[in-house]
């Protein structure tokens, strides 16, 4: 994203712990430990029984604020979750260029709900074996 001018606002949305997120304690400490080095604000859900659909909540809520102020002209989403993809839309319709880095199960519907896609599952292992093939590509008009 930085190719494309100046980052201004990086936040991490997710659970803490427990929830019904598949692996979010993992997440939570990988998330703690990053937010320093990464400079993330944390927007993570902290409520006990919050589910990933308050975290996409709070998500969406503070992309459509980002969208309507003017803020922000390029969203980067770093998900694999499909129910993003509206979100994903949204922010296209608003003239809003979106990336969105995944694995490689990412759905395709949320890849081509974007302007370009990452798969971090190949930008792991050419870093692993010191590749320099691009893992970042433009995804298919939606």
Do not use: K, Q
């Not at 430990?33 to 909540?57: K, R």
């Not at 390029?74 to 998900?79: A, D, K």
């Not at 969105?100 to 190949?122: H, K, Y």
């Amino acid at each position: 994203l930085a190719l494309h001018g100046r980052i201004a606002i990086t936040r991490a949305y997710g659970l803490f712990a427990g929830g019904n997120s598949r692996g979010s304690s993992a997440w939570a400490g990988h998330a703690r430990d990053s937010a320093d080095f990464l400079s993330l604000v944390p927007c993570m859900a902290a409520t006990p029984g919050e589910t990933d659909a308050a975290v996409h909540l709070r998500l969406t809520i503070d992309a459509m604020d980002l969208l309507h102020t003017g803020h922000a002209d390029i969203f980067g989403l770093i998900s694999s979750n499909a129910a993003l993809a509206p979100l994903v839309c949204r922010l296209r319709e608003g003239g809003r260029m979106v990336h969105v880095f995944g694995d490689t199960f990412t759905p395709r519907g949320l890849i081509s709900a974007c302007d370009a896609f990452c798969n971090t599952d190949e930008l792991a292992r050419l870093a692993t074996e010191g590749g320099n093939r691009d893992a970042y590509a433009e995804s298919e008009p939606a």
